[in-house]
């Protein structure tokens, strides 16, 4: 628990960025054997935002922008770029670089974060620790993925659950003790590494001719054995962080859960006594955009008035890894 002298991390401001173009279930129809009604009832997905002309860093540059420009922040006081992403522009350098040169902030330093669709949430916790250790005052946490850049759309397993955009949030030391990031659970289990991956392009198995010739740098899942665990690893995660916190299902404003799949997000807010009015949810219009799903729940739900400071939210999330955790946060901005 806080004590009353420590610094509180707040999330002061939010942005956000969603490419234009739409690839809808229909258009799924006519690329594989797959159809409108199968995706809505087994995923929620109706529909999905491509980048055309782009990459990761072009999506998590207009995510800044949009943030700064409504925080009215100047790049040149941000301290440090915290980029979750499973997508980045290339190995090195950090696509935290590249957003960094691109919205000129010469002061900052960053990195990438990787922990697929839980990247933002571990990113979030890194992040307010830099601002709680005293030593920062403006940390902006993005999660971006450009997952149309690994995936196999002659795959209907996998093509038409995902999509592209960015979010990102800007953190701040406040002396409010009742405000921001207060307790997290996270947690890996590489054991869940081959459920979940890109077999090749690592150094485990170099990109070759042979490697592209056998789609192994696109991504990889058993999408059975992650549904079970990933309903479990969320509810049981969330449920200890409320207990942790002395929280009950009314004290709770929103679940924010990762957005992977309506069935999961519907059983692991059953399993922890929410109803669905206080669930954010927008699947049907983004689907799986990994590390960027949590922050944009946040930004819309924000700037949708749904949101409000005080609110009590638990942040959940379940990626490939395996990667999961959970997190209460008091929203702090009016
Ligand atoms: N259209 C039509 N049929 C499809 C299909 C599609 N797009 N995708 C798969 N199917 C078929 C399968 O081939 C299978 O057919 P079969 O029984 O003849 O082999 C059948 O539908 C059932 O497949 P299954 O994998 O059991 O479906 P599901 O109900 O588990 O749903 C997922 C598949 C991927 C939507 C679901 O497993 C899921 O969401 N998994 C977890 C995703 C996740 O949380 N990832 C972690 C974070 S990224």
Not at 23 to 51: A, H, M, P, Q
Request: glycine letters at 8%; aromatic letters at 8%.
């Amino acid at each position: 628990m806080q004590k009353n002298n420590e610094i509180s991390a707040v999330i002061t401001g939010v942005g956000m960025y969603v490419p234009d173009k739409v690839l809808d279930n229909k258009y799924f129809e006519s690329i594989v054997d797959t159809n409108d009604e199968w995706i809505r009832t087994r995923t929620g997905i109706v529909e999905r935002r491509i980048i055309e002309d782009g990459a990761t860093s072009d999506l998590g540059t207009r995510a800044v922008q949009d943030l700064l420009k409504s925080t009215n922040t100047d790049p040149e006081d941000i301290d440090i770029i915290i980029v979750a992403t499973v997508t980045p522009d290339m190995f090195f350098p950090a696509t935290a670089c590249l957003i960094q040169d691109n919205i000129g902030a010469k002061n900052a330093w960053g990195f990438d974060f990787s922990a697929a669709c839980s990247g933002f949430l571990f990113a979030l916790e890194n992040g307010a620790n830099f601002i709680k250790s005293g030593k920062y005052k403006k940390v902006v946490v993005v999660g971006a993925d450009k997952m149309s850049s690994i995936i196999d759309y002659t795959d209907r397993n996998t093509c038409i659950l995902f999509g592209d955009a960015s979010s990102a949030v800007l953190l701040e030391p406040s002396d409010d003790p009742s405000l921001g990031v207060k307790e997290s659970i996270l947690h890996i289990d590489g054991s869940g590494r081959n459920d979940l991956y890109m077999k090749a392009g690592g150094s485990a198995k170099p990109a070759s001719h042979k490697t592209v010739d056998n789609g192994e740098h696109y991504i990889y899942q058993d999408g059975k054995a992650v549904f079970k665990v990933a309903v479990k690893g969320m509810a049981d995660v969330s449920a200890e962080v409320m207990k942790k916190c002395g929280l009950n299902s009314d004290d709770i404003a929103y679940l924010v859960p990762h957005q992977a799949n309506l069935r999961i997000i519907d059983a692991t807010a059953k399993r922890m006594g929410i109803s669905p009015d206080k669930v954010t949810i927008n699947i049907q219009k983004y689907g799986n955009t990994t590390a960027a799903t949590i922050p944009l729940c946040l930004t819309e739900y924000y700037r949708d008035r749904k949101i409000k400071k005080g609110d009590n939210l638990i942040l959940a999330a379940f990626g490939g890894g395996y990667t999961w955790g959970a997190m209460h946060l008091v929203w702090g901005i009016d």
